[in-house]
């Protein structure tokens, strides 16, 4: 973790006014830190199948480039075995037992 001075600080010698960042869980699926220059966005909702966390995206306003998010909670997993569709052949060893 790193604090509002290292945000302002790599902000201003960038010329950046916003810091987007991923992949931190977050309650709410996003967050806004560092009085509105940084943002944390996660959207993976009910994390690890145990986090009870809602997901989150961003999206910028065309004009103002405002950051404004949309939250969503999890849904149901389909009826199979967890990682079976991330490779062919477990899945079709699986599908037998």
């Known amino acids: 973790a790193f604090g509002q001075d290292v945000t302002e600080e790599f902000a201003d010698r960038n010329g950046l006014s916003l810091i987007v ?32 966390n809602k997901g989150a995206i961003l999206k910028l306003d065309s004009e103002t480039l405002t950051p404004r998010f949309t939250t969503f909670d999890a849904v149901p997993h389909p009826p199979v075995r967890p990682m079976q569709y991330g490779n062919p052949l477990l899945s079709r060893l699986l599908a037998g037992s």
């Open 21 to 52: 960042r991923s992949h931190e869980m977050k309650h709410d699926g996003y967050e806004v830190e560092h009085g509105g220059k940084l943002v944390t966005v996660f959207s993976a909702p009910n994390y690890c199948d145990q986090m009870g």
